[in-house]
Structures are given as structure tokens and as C-alpha cells.
């Protein structure tokens, strides 16, 4: 069995490859900006295109049936959104959708695979930087076939934080989100970042360029690859409130180290969020 997922963890390297080479030619023309849940939750034909090249790619390799897969966009289309049991492919196509409309460096393939609700592998493929991130369970991280481990970094003031903003324009979580990001700058740490996609975020963790990524409202597709990724690299997950991570809650901190970790989530305050695996509701 164990070579069996080699295999499979091998070709969404060369997939994730294809997609980010996808991504790199999208003219002008196909960068037509579309919006999700809100003005500035944005999607484009090239996102829909790479993700149908993805998954068709997977069914062509694996077999029609033989795959469960929860894509961002088939989600967003009315797809269910369950990890199941049965080998499942989760895939975000273009992970920084905003910074690809806007030409903004950093944008990613993310592709994830699950066997009995535990991730497998995950290849984070950051196409404009020609970066390929990878790992598989139980057998080490890797950036461009060179290995990555997170930073040995124990002390918070020394330390660079990932924090991002989301989409999410409410003004009960803005003011939130500023006032957690507040109050972890004044620590003081060395810094607070954020590349705007979640996946890259995740990497850049695990090779030790900074010591910390938290984020409520991030999804399943968007951190599968990289939790595997950062696991692999010497780093922990967790949820924001010191708790066991959990794939579908749309909520997660990943650092180097539980000291880190546990000094970020003090100052997290937390608002709630709708399952990745929620019953859709019926509007
Ligand atoms: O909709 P996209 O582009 O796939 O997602 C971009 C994203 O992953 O990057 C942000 C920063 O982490 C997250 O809030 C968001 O989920
Ligand atoms: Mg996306």
C-alpha cells in the first residue's frame, strides 16, 4: 500500500506542475474577475479551468469513480464538502486568486490527498516563484527536492507572525482581527506577514521563514497540503483555542514550536466561523 500512494503523491507533483504552468499563461483575457461571497472574495475562468484540469487529470490517471474530491471551486458550485473515509483529493486550484487579479507575486497550486480521514501528502506548488513544496507522511518535507524544517526560533520576541485579514469585511471581525494583530505586534515580535494566500503561508513555516501562520476562516483546500507539509518539517497544528487541529474547521495556527504557538493563541480573539462540513444551508 505504501507504494501505492507513492505513486499518486509522484503524479500530483507533476499535476500541480501543469497547473501552475496553466496559471502562468492565463492572458489577459481569461483574468476575468468574478465575485463569491462577498466584493472581494474573487474568482476567475482560470480558476475553474485549473481545477477542471486538476480533477480531470486524477480521474484520467486513477479512474472515474475510483476518488472522492473536494475542489474549491466544485464546492463553490454546489459540490459536497465531506471527507469521507474513501481516498479523497482536495484541491484548491489557485490559492491568492486576489494577488493573481493583481499581479501580486504569490500565488499557488494546492493539492491534498486523504485515506481514512488522514492526510497523505500535500504539494503546494507556488507557480510564480517556481517553488515546489512538498511532503508525505512519515517521510520528510521538501522545497524544490531540497529539505525544509521549521525555525528553531523559541523566543516570541524574535519572531516574525503570519496574520492575514481575509475576506470577510464585517466590522465586528475586522476589528477583531486588527486588534489580535494589535496586540501580538505589541509582544513585541520582530514582525507580522502575510503572502494573501493561505497555502504559501503554511511553507513559509515550514522552511523556517517565519515562526508562525494563524487564520480564522481559511478553508480544508486551502491548508490540507501545507498542514501535511508543515508536520513534515518539524512544525504543529493546532486550533486557535490550544485544541486539536481540525481540518474542517476553518480555523488553525501552525507554528515551529508550542511555545510559539501557545503565546499567539493568547492573544487570538476568537469569532465563530461555519464548518467547511457543514449542512449546506438552504437559503
Ligand atoms: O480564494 P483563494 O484565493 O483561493 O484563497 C486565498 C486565501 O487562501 O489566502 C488568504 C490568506 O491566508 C485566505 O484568507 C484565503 O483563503
Ligand atoms: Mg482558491
Given at each position: 500500500?505504501?507504494?501505492?500512494?507513492?505513486?499518486?503523491?509522484d503524479f500530483a507533483v507533476e499535476v500541480a506542475r501543469k497547473?501552475?504552468?496553466?496559471?502562468?499563461?492565463?492572458?489577459?483575457?481569461?483574468?476575468?474577475?468574478?465575485?463569491?461571497?462577498?466584493?472581494?472574495?474573487?474568482?476567475?475562468?482560470?480558476?475553474?479551468?485549473?481545477?477542471?484540469?486538476?480533477?480531470?487529470?486524477?480521474?484520467?490517471?486513477?479512474?472515474?469513480?475510483?476518488?472522492?474530491?473536494?475542489?474549491?471551486?466544485?464546492?463553490?458550485?454546489?459540490?459536497?464538502?465531506?471527507?469521507?473515509?474513501?481516498?479523497?483529493?482536495?484541491?484548491?486550484?489557485?490559492?491568492?486568486?486576489?494577488?493573481?487579479?493583481?499581479?501580486?507575486?504569490?500565488?499557488?497550486?494546492?493539492?491534498?490527498?486523504?485515506?481514512?480521514?488522514?492526510?497523505?501528502?500535500?504539494?503546494?506548488?507556488?507557480?510564480l516563484e517556481d517553488k515546489m513544496y512538498k511532503a508525505r507522511?512519515?517521510?520528510?518535507?521538501?522545497?524544490?527536492?531540497?529539505?525544509?524544517?521549521?525555525?528553531?526560533?523559541?523566543?516570541?520576541?524574535?519572531?516574525?507572525?503570519?496574520?492575514?485579514?481575509?475576506?470577510?469585511?464585517?466590522?465586528?471581525?475586522?476589528?477583531?482581527?486588527?486588534?489580535?494583530?494589535?496586540?501580538?505586534?505589541?509582544?513585541?515580535?520582530?514582525?507580522?506577514?502575510?503572502?494573501?494566500?493561505?497555502?504559501?503561508?503554511?511553507?513559509?513555516?515550514?522552511?523556517?521563514?517565519?515562526?508562525?501562520?494563524?487564520?480564522?476562516?481559511?478553508?480544508?483546500?486551502?491548508?490540507?497540503?501545507?498542514?501535511?507539509?508543515?508536520?513534515?518539517?518539524?512544525?504543529?497544528?493546532l486550533d486557535v483555542d490550544g485544541g486539536p487541529f481540525d481540518?474542517?474547521?476553518?480555523?488553525?495556527?501552525?507554528?515551529?514550536?508550542?511555545?510559539?504557538?501557545?503565546?499567539?493563541?493568547?492573544?487570538?480573539?476568537?469569532?465563530?466561523?461555519?464548518?467547511?462540513?457543514?449542512?449546506?444551508?438552504?437559503?
Amino acid at each position: 500500500v505504501d507504494d501505492m500512494w507513492q505513486k499518486a503523491y509522484d503524479f500530483a507533483v507533476e499535476v500541480a506542475r501543469k497547473a501552475g504552468e496553466e496559471i502562468r499563461k492565463a492572458g489577459e483575457s481569461e483574468i476575468k474577475v468574478m465575485t463569491k461571497s462577498s466584493s472581494v472574495d474573487l474568482v476567475t475562468k482560470t480558476d475553474e479551468r485549473v481545477e477542471k484540469i486538476i480533477i480531470g487529470s486524477l480521474k484520467e490517471e486513477f479512474g472515474e469513480d475510483a476518488h472522492c474530491f473536494i475542489g474549491e471551486e466544485s464546492v463553490e458550485n454546489g459540490e459536497p464538502c465531506i471527507l469521507s473515509d474513501k481516498p479523497t483529493w482536495i484541491i484548491d486550484p489557485v490559492d491568492g486568486t486576489t494577488n493573481f487579479v493583481h499581479g501580486f507575486p504569490f500565488v499557488a497550486v494546492s493539492i491534498a490527498f486523504a485515506v481514512n480521514k488522514e492526510l497523505e501528502f500535500g504539494v503546494v506548488y507556488s507557480c510564480l516563484e517556481d517553488k515546489m513544496y512538498k511532503a508525505r507522511r512519515g517521510k520528510g518535507a521538501f522545497c524544490n527536492d531540497e529539505k525544509i524544517q521549521v525555525s528553531d526560533v523559541k523566543d516570541i520576541h524574535k519572531s516574525i507572525i503570519i496574520s492575514e485579514h481575509g475576506t470577510d469585511r464585517s466590522p465586528e471581525k475586522v476589528t477583531k482581527i486588527f486588534s489580535t494583530m494589535q496586540k501580538i505586534l505589541c509582544i513585541p515580535v520582530h514582525g507580522l506577514r502575510g503572502s494573501g494566500t493561505a497555502a504559501t503561508n503554511m511553507c513559509l513555516v515550514a522552511t523556517g521563514a517565519v515562526e508562525a501562520f494563524f487564520e480564522i476562516g481559511i478553508h480544508c483546500w486551502d491548508i490540507a497540503a501545507g498542514a501535511v507539509i508543515i508536520q513534515e518539517a518539524g512544525g504543529i497544528l493546532l486550533d486557535v483555542d490550544g485544541g486539536p487541529f481540525d481540518l474542517m474547521s476553518r480555523r488553525m495556527i501552525v507554528a515551529n514550536d508550542k511555545i510559539i504557538a501557545r503565546r499567539i493563541i493568547q492573544e487570538i480573539e476568537i469569532f465563530p466561523s461555519l464548518r467547511d462540513d457543514a449542512p449546506i444551508q438552504k437559503h
